[in-house]
Nanobody, 124 residues
């Protein structure tokens, strides 16, 4: 029935904010790294952000640095993506994913489990 379930997507105007949530099972949430990717129609799947189990390490794609913040709340088995100063080019389906860790965490193949995604649309 899915080990990662995203929520919080929707329609927002440029410059606005939105927070995505991803609820995980106990086993999936215990993965070394949890991350977010996004994909627009006809485009490649792009890395957005990732966070370690402890929350002490985070990584961001260049296009979202300074605007997006990833966090996790372990007591709720949930990872969040706070998106501020949204731009039309942020429009995409956003997926959360779980990885066993290692290197190249910006690469989709490093992630073992994926949620079904939530649509984010930013209007100008």
């Amino acid at each position: 029935q899915g080990q990662l379930v995203e929520s919080g997507g929707g329609l927002v105007q440029a410059g606005g904010s939105l927070r995505l949530s991803c609820a995980a099972s106990d086993r999936t949430f215990s993965s070394e790294v949890l991350g977010w990717f996004r994909q627009a129609p006809g485009k490649e799947r792009d890395f957005v952000a990732a966070i370690s189990w402890s929350g002490s390490s985070t990584w961001y794609g260049d296009s979202v640095k300074g605007r997006f913040t990833i966090s996790r709340e372990n007591t709720k088995n949930t990872v969040y993506l706070q998106m501020n100063s949204l731009k039309p080019e942020d429009t995409a389906v956003y997926h959360c994913a779980a990885s066993s860790g290692g290197t190249h965490l910006h690469a989709a193949y490093k992630y073992d489990y994926w949620g079904q995604g939530t649509q984010v649309t930013v209007s100008s």
